[in-house]
């Protein structure tokens, strides 16, 4: 994997950190309208971002790059370290409180709304992407890298953070994988 990979990957976590404040700061329908700033800033400018690339498995070296985008983003999320914000205490709280599978299915709706997003930037389609991305947070759906965002910037960092964070980014995974799948033209 190269270095130009990893910093692009960063960038994409950065984005997913300005938007996640954003969508603190503001909340409610215009802070998640607002948040789809960060997945615009990473589709415009090239960045990377693990739930928008999880669902594209059509190359080789497929699991390595995405593992390898995952620590970039995370890297890049360590921004949310400077962005603490007392709202952040309440939605971290509400989200632990959630079945794991609950949280798993979530996340699995999130996938779909990514993929459909990023896919219909591909498709030179990008008003949808504001769409999508407010509809998965009204929807209350949880995304790995904006939640680990949130984590952080109510500095908490434990055990059933690191479970609720995995299960959501395969939940991320499954949902875009399938909307790949269903997507595919014959």
Known sequence: MSNRLFLKSVFGGISISIASFI??????????????????????????LFTGTVGYFDSADYVPSNVFILLGNVSGCMAS???????????????????????FAKGVVCGVLIYAAVESFKRKK???VPFCVAGFILFGAEHCIADLC?????????????????????????????????????
């Open 23 to 48: 969508y603190l700061q503001t909340g409610g329908v215009i802070g998640a309208v607002l948040f789809s700033a960060g997945l615009l800033m990473i589709l415009n400018l090239g960045f990377k």
């Open 126 to 128: 990008d008003y949808m």
């Open 81 to 103: 370290l400077v962005f603490g914000h007392p709202e952040a205490q309440a939605l971290v709280a509400k989200k632990l409180a959630t079945p794991l599978a609950m949280v």
């Open 150 to 186: 949130y984590f952080l910037s109510a500095r908490m960092m434990t055990l059933h953070v690191v479970l609720f964070l995995l299960v959501v980014a395969s939940g991320n995974g499954v949902g875009a994988i399938l909307t790949h799948m269903g997507s595919r033209e014959k």
